[in-house]
């Protein structure tokens, strides 16, 4: 079993990312990092390139936990998650929430809110700071 980080190369990526981590050491566990991109556009800021990911394995390999990291593509990267949680009997889900308004939810639609509602296992949502 592992934590699963749903990352994203920014503020709330590395606060899921630190706090994953920390959770897979308390609990004597690996990580596994999901990197998503819905594929629909040109570049995507949020799907880490070649020196994203050497940095995040030189993290990971630092962090002194047991890690694999899972770049992935599809439709939905709420359902990308939850596959990869599912896939390897996760522990717990730790995503990097931001702040939206009701209105905001309600037309966009959240990745973490679906990750949250659809999980079945412990979801722990974190901020930056």
Known sequence: MAVVIGYIPDEYGEAALAHGIAEAQRRGTGVVVVNSTKGDALVDRRYLGEDGKVTLEEQLTASGVEHELRQTMGRDIADEIL???????ADAIVIGIRHRTPVGKLIMGSVAQRVIIDATCPVIAVKPG
């Open 83 to 89: 596959a990869v949680a599912k896939e390897v009997a």
